[in-house]
Structure formats: C-alpha cells, structure tokens
C-alpha cells in the first residue's frame, strides 16, 4: 500500500510506503490470506525491517534465501531461483509466483524458520548507484513498464516531471523527488528508490554472500556452490535478462552524477563502488 504525504520544503506531494499492518481490513483478512497474515507479522518488526523481510525469496528445498534488492536484478535472479527447482523460467509475474519458489509475502512462517534458523544460504545483489538509479529512471518514466508507476505518477507530475520535456531535466526532477522522498521517510521511501544500505538491511543481516550485478556470471554460480549446488546455473540459462530496458542510456551530466553520489553517498562507501 502507499499513501500521499507532502515535503517538508515546499510542500510537494509525494507517494510513500504506508505502514500497514494494523489496519482494519488486514487485521481481518489475515486468518484467511497469507499476504495479509504476512503483513501483519511484519508490522511487529522494527521499521528499518519491516518491508526488507517481506522481500525475502527461497528455493523450494529450502537452500538458498535470496534478498530482493530492486533494480539490482531481483526479476532475473528471481527467475534462475524459479528454473534451479522447475528446470524452466515463469511465464507471468515471478514476484507473484506461488509454486517452484516461496516468496515471503504468501510463506512468511515457513521463510522465518529457515531465516532465524540460518541454514539456508542466504545472499543479496547490489548494483553500481548510478546505473542503479538510471535504471529506476528508465524502467518507471522511459519505458513507462513498472506497475509501481501508477502511485507515482500525479506526484512526479506535481514534482515537474514534463512526459514531452528534455530528458536531461526530466531526470534532474526525478532525482529532487527521491531526495524530497528521503528527507521525509527514508524507511518508507519506495524501495526502487532508496538506498541499498536499506534494501538489504546492511550491517543488520549476516549474509553469507553479497554479490554484484556487474559480475552475476560469476557471482551468483558462486551463491550455488556455497549452498552445495556447483553444477547450477548451467550456461544455457545464466544469460537470460529480465525486465531490461530497451533504451540506451543517456550519459549524465557532471552534476548529476554529483548528486547520485551525494544521494546515495552511503551505497558508494559500504559496496566500494568508485
């Protein structure tokens, strides 16, 4: 769920995460719907690991817990979890799928055990913060193909977001709407927004592997023999991509880059990104 609140500035409307979980309609329905029983699960925790837990995908033998970190590849490493039980890869929605993987948001009790456990091996991917928040750019105002959008939208264009405008300003408002998001609430900033110190609870966690989207070929394979399973991904399907964009990349301008690197100052320094 989202809400619209306002910047502290200049008063600009703003789409946050809301708190959810203690709200009529889930207090009933989560006897009865596993999304709703793993919402309210969740609002006990504290608010830096609310939504990060809900985000927590594991393979059907119960190995591997896997992270999701958005726009640093959690649709394909969603996928290649889904193919290393079902040989294949889902055909709609995988962030939706209820067989070949669990997914936190329905097998919250069953993905608990196993995390508070700790006998799966359980990993996360980070991605270079300029490509990551040029990604979010492309994938919600370029290629207009994240569903997220639609919540965004009337704030964005409130924002100054012009969708015939120059794409180098465009850009420019973009990032002042993730900054006015994080100077209101980072933790409940959209996740594709924030930064990934937050995504994956960095510092809070202990993963056994933090891999980087720039050398997946090499780093996920490596996930698979730490959990046992050296012969996985076989070549075949390690080079499938999904949910990329088709766009190519504008380069940045000076300031810009700048400010990604003010924005996401805390990404660059615990992941060494130069």
Same mark, same amino acid.
């Given at each position: ?46 608010? !830096?690991? #609310? ?9 059907? @033998? %119960?190995?591997? &817990?896997? $992270? +999701? ?60 913060? !300029?490509? #990551? ?9 370029? @290629? %207009?193909?994240? &569903?997220? $959008? +639609? ?15 120059d794409h180098v300003r465009n850009f420019d408002v973009f990032l002042d709407y993730i900054e006015r998001c994080l100077d209101l609430d980072p933790y409940l900033t959209d996740t594709h927004f924030r930064p990934q110190v937050l995504n994956i609870a960095y510092g809070k966690i202990d993963y056994d592997f933090i891999g980087r989207l720039e050398n997946i070929g090499h780093d996920l394979p490596r996930v698979f023999a730490l959990g046992g399973r050296p012969e996985f991904p076989p070549a075949e399907i390690m080079d499938h991509r999904f949910n990329a964009s ?29």
């Amino acid at each position: 769920m989202a809400e619209i609140r306002h910047s502290r500035d200049k008063g600009l409307p703003l789409c946050m995460m809301h708190n959810e979980g203690l709200d009529l309609k889930t207090r009933l329905l989560a006897p009865f719907f596993p999304r709703y029983k793993s919402t309210l699960a969740a609002r006990k925790m504290p608010d !830096e690991m #609310r939504t990060i837990m809900q985000n927590l995908v594991m393979t059907e @033998d %119960r190995r591997f &817990l896997f $992270l +999701r970190n958005q726009k640093a590849g959690c649709t394909s490493i969603a996928q290649l979890m889904y193919a290393y039980t079902t040989g294949d890869f889902y055909s709609r929605t995988i962030h939706r799928a209820r067989t070949g993987i669990h997914l936190a948001r329905y097998d919250w009790d069953l993905i608990q055990s196993v995390y508070q456990a700790g006998t799966a091996t359980l990993f996360t991917f980070v991605r270079d913060p !300029e490509s #990551r928040v040029y990604s979010s750019f492309r994938n919600f105002l370029v @290629d %207009r193909s994240n &569903l997220a $959008l +639609r919540k965004h939208w009337q704030p964005l264009l409130a924002n100054g977001y012009d969708p015939d405008g120059d794409h180098v300003r465009n850009f420019d408002v973009f990032l002042d709407y993730i900054e006015r998001c994080l100077d209101l609430d980072p933790y409940l900033t959209d996740t594709h927004f924030r930064p990934q110190v937050l995504n994956i609870a960095y510092g809070k966690i202990d993963y056994d592997f933090i891999g980087r989207l720039e050398n997946i070929g090499h780093d996920l394979p490596r996930v698979f023999a730490l959990g046992g399973r050296p012969e996985f991904p076989p070549a075949e399907i390690m080079d499938h991509r999904f949910n990329a964009s088709q766009v190519k990349p504008a380069p940045l301008t000076p300031e810009q880059r700048k400010r990604v690197r003010q924005i996401f100052a805390a990404d660059y320094e615990a992941f060494s990104y130069d």
